[in-house]
């Protein structure tokens, strides 16, 4: 024990996680690490109106976003909301009709429909001129949002912690999280009872870990919690679609990896209404229908994506710096699915975007570790009709003729950069310790579960074995691309498994080792038995690893 506890206290140094408080608060099963939701620019304000206009039997909209982030956020106002009224409606744009954030036609309607409240979320940061026909139109707006202004704010209540002039400690939250704020804050000023605040909590933790922010700070603390819920009885929605695609214990990459895909899937094949649908209701039977249509969504993805992602490979020339292509015939709703496959295979940053109407292109983007996309794409904002993102994440739409101008900036750029900064495409070879065999036990893998939730700024630790050789070679798969194998060094054994990469270094495996290998610890349990595995994500040669 005394050997697991140095381990992990390198890891956590590595991590700048040196502080006693900061470690006990990072491996603590109850963090305790949130702030005051009035801390957060104008959140008293936009709470305080809210809760005054359904006093007066104003009919409030929530309008969110077509992805996992909006439509957990829809769900949590929604939810926190009908304690306050029940005049409400909630409103997502189409994917595909519409696109991401507000839209003029989109306010029309919901004020055609009798509201005198817009709440945002997950959007609405840039949506001045939206925002400024719905007060033509009468109505007030709150905007709820977690990306960055443009150079103008919206005429209204903006709650942002990356609005200029906010100073709220953690800037980091989802648009789920920011939300979930507005919730607390509503049951601070005594307009919810304490439970509902609790009971969100699951809610707030897949929109959290679905929008891929970082899993530091208060957003670890959500997670936290929210796996905790889940991993209790929790909601039936989730219990059921947890169970119709074989999750037991729910972890931050089952979310990431299982239910999150399946919440999106919605919005990219469908409408993300039907999400929604499945996390607000309450009957089983109602549950069942939205849990089918879920996962018929998602495997209808799979192929989409799987297609979308051959053809841009296939389009390829060689020696880019920046992948930006124009893709025909591709569904449209996994473009940025298959801009992240080709941007992982490739190691460059990547655009891809599809045909639209009216001489139009939409563009959606996936960067690489250490390259802001946003601030990269936000040089070239006049070349769009509509943009918005972050750091590693961005959507636009973009007029036909401006396309090859934008493509051939952005080349030049990531050139100019990756001549200066090559390290940025240095990604492989990368690990956190070099442990041996023996070290891959249970006990090991249960102290590394304290260091859980494993995501976006808090990586699941990557280790080093050296010298190991090869035996017990079983192929896997339906093409033979996966192999589970033994790893052997010294009389220590470690069972190894590899995905997808199995043919590729066929010769390697068979050839019995010695190899080295960079993966990560995984806990399964098989017919009830425990299962302790290292999953290989890089392998060489022995020596070829620095």
């Known amino acids: 024990m005394k050997e697991i506890n140095s381990m992990i206290e390198k890891l956590l140094t590595q991590r700048g996680i040196t502080d006693p408080a900061d470690r006990e608060e990072y491996l603590s099963a109850k963090p305790k690490r949130t702030y005051d939701p009035f801390l957060m620019k104008n959140l008293r304000e936009g709470a305080e109106l809210i809760a005054a206009e359904a006093e007066k039997g104003t009919k409030i909209c929530v309008y969110g976003d077509y992805d996992a982030d909006g439509v957990t ?31 003029r036609e989109a306010v029309r309607r919901i004020h055609e429909q009798g509201a005198g409240l817009i709440v945002t979320v997950d959007c609405g940061i840039t949506s001045c001129d939206e925002i400024d026909l719905a007060k033509e139109l009468g109505m007030q707006v709150v905007v709820t949002d977690h990306h960055r202004a443009g150079e103008q704010l919206p005429g209204c209540i903006v709650i942002d912690p990356k609005q200029p ?50 899993l530091t700070d208060e957003n670890r603390t959500i997670v936290r919690y929210g796996l905790a819920s889940l991993n209790r009885k929790g909601r039936a929605s989730l219990k059921t679609l947890e169970d119709a695609i074989s999750l037991h214990t729910i972890t931050s990459e089952n979310i990431a990896f299982g239910i999150t895909p399946h919440i999106n899937a919605a919005g990219r094949m469908d409408r993300a209404d039907e999400a929604v649908k499945l996390l607000m209701a309450e009957d089983q039977k109602t549950i069942d229908a939205q849990v089918e249509k879920m996962v018929a969504f998602n495997r209808l993805r799979k192929a989409e994506q799987e297609k979308a992602y051959k053809k841009s490979a296939g389009m390829l020339k060689g020696g880019e710096n920046f992948i930006c292509l124009r893709v025909e015939g591709i569904h449209e709703g996994i473009a940025g699915i298959a801009a992240g496959k080709l941007r992982e295979a490739e190691g460059k940053p990547v655009i891809l975007t599809t045909p639209s109407e009216g001489g139009l292109l939409k563009g959606t983007g996936r960067s690489i570790p250490g390259l ?90 990557r280790f080093l074995l050296r ?36 043919q590729e270094i066929r010769n390697l495996l068979e050839s ?15 017919n009830g038995v425990r299962r302790i595995q290292f999953i290989v994500e890089e392998i060489q040669p022995a020596g070829e690893v620095g």
């Open 73 to 103: 956020s829809v769900c949590i106002l929604m939810t926190a909301f009908s304690y306050l009224t029940d005049k409400l409606m909630y409103y997502i744009p189409s994917r595909f009709e519409e696109g991401y954030g507000m839209n």
């Open 165 to 214: 002039g906010d100073t709220y400690p953690f800037r980091e939250l989802a648009g789920c999280g920011v939300a979930y704020k507005l919730v607390q804050a509503l049951q601070r000023l005594g307009s919810l009872p304490q439970h509902v605040v609790r009971d969100l909590l699951d809610i707030a933790a897949v929109g959290t870990v679905g929008d891929v922010v970082s």
């Open 372 to 461: 802001d996309l946003f601030q990269m794409i936000s040089r070239y904002r006049d070349l769009f009709v509509r943009f918005g993102g972050h750091r590693s994440a961005c959507g636009f739409t973009i007029r036909e003729e401006n396309f090859e101008t934008l493509k051939k900036n952005l080349e030049e750029d990531a050139r100019v950069l990756f001549s200066e900064y090559p390290e940025l495409l240095d990604t492989g070879g990368e690990y956190d310790l070099e442990i041996s065999p023996e070290d891959v036990t249970a006990e090991f893998s249960d102290a590394l579960s304290a260091m859980e939730p494993f995501g976006e700024g808090n990586p699941k630790p």
């Open 467 to 502: 010298n190991i050789y090869l035996n017990r070679i079983m192929y896997m798969g339906a093409e033979n691309t996966h192999a589970r194998f033994t790893g052997v060094r010294g009389g220590a054994a470690v069972s190894c498994v590899l995905f997808r990469r199995a």
């Open 512 to 526: 019995g080792g010695p190899a080295d290998m960079i993966g990560t610890i995984s806990s399964q349990y098989w």
